[in-house]
């Protein structure tokens, strides 16, 4: 904490040093703190200010986090630092992130440079995917059939087998998807990281890193894929994003 201030500074993540701002953005605080960069050598750290008597667990926060980095995506390479990062002053800042992990920034940096994260998330329409299982697979479709407008009591087994016939079967058609999607996209995207499910009626959650002059060409490959799909899965393309799948930096670790 500087003792002139009474504050210390939150780290959003690490930028090539030659940034400028179009506009100052705001950083978190209430009011919102602006932000500005903490260089070193070639490379900088993206920070505000904030009050370190003030908890940073809220939601809203969070979004200010992601936001910032998102938006800073963008335009340049950013490497992000987990939620929470916080040092008591710019020095520290240098001493503890940019200079002892200056060699991995940079060469990350470079790596990310012209490329861009986007986000391809799909859910299954639920009464369209269920009956497509219960019409392929005649066992869970007997049972489906034995137990709809049964006494539960009576059909307490046959309907906990059916849900973990269903269960696979959302699974092996998740792969299935994935695998699709991936292919879809595989002559726009550089790499891709598949993230699992937050739950059985997520059809596909895919990570891509995107060459930023393929970017037309991904979206419309993905929207090709959705029209395919109408019915049965809604997808959608979130980005650009911060390069969360595909950077990992010494600065995450200032955030545990």
């Known amino acids: 904490m500087t003792a002139e201030t009474g504050t210390a500074v939150y780290i959003y993540g690490v930028l090539p040093g030659d940034v400028t701002f179009k506009e100052q953005p705001a950083g978190l605080g209430d009011p919102p703190s602006p932000v500005r960069l903490v260089p070193y050598r070639d490379i900088a750290a993206l920070v505000s200010d904030v009050d370190p008597a003030r908890p940073l667990d809220s939601p809203d926060d969070l979004l200010v986090h992601q936001t910032l980095l998102d938006a800073s995506a963008a335009a340049v390479p950013v490497l992000p630092v987990r939620f929470g990062a916080v040092v008591p002053d710019e020095e520290a800042v240098i ?3 940019l200079e002892p992990s200056y060699d991995e920034f940079s060469a990350a940096l470079a790596e990310l440079d012209g490329f861009q994260e986007y986000i391809v998330q799909g859910r299954y329409v639920q009464e369209a995917i269920l009956a497509e299982i219960l019409a392929e697979d005649p066992e869970a479709a007997a049972l489906a059939a034995q137990t709809f ?9 046959g309907r906990i087998q059916l849900k973990g016939l269903i269960s696979e079967r959302l699974a ?7 695998r699709q999607l991936g292919d879809a996209l595989a002559s726009q995207a550089s790499t891709s990281v598949v993230r699992p499910p937050a739950d059985e009626l997520e059809a596909v959650h ?12 991904m979206v419309s490959a993905a929207r090709e894929l959705a029209a395919g799909w109408e019915g049965r899965v809604e997808l959608r393309i979130v980005g650009p994003v911060a390069a969360y ?6 600065g995450t670790a200032l955030g545990d």
């Open 245 to 250: 799948d595909f950077v990992g930096t010494s």
């Open 149 to 157: 407008d049964a006494d539960p009591d009576a059909t307490h087994d």
């Open 95 to 97: 001493t503890e992130l």
């Open 172 to 178: 092996d058609k998740r792969a299935l998807d994935t």
């Open 206 to 217: 895919t990570a891509f890193l995107v060459k930023a002059t393929d970017v037309d060409q």
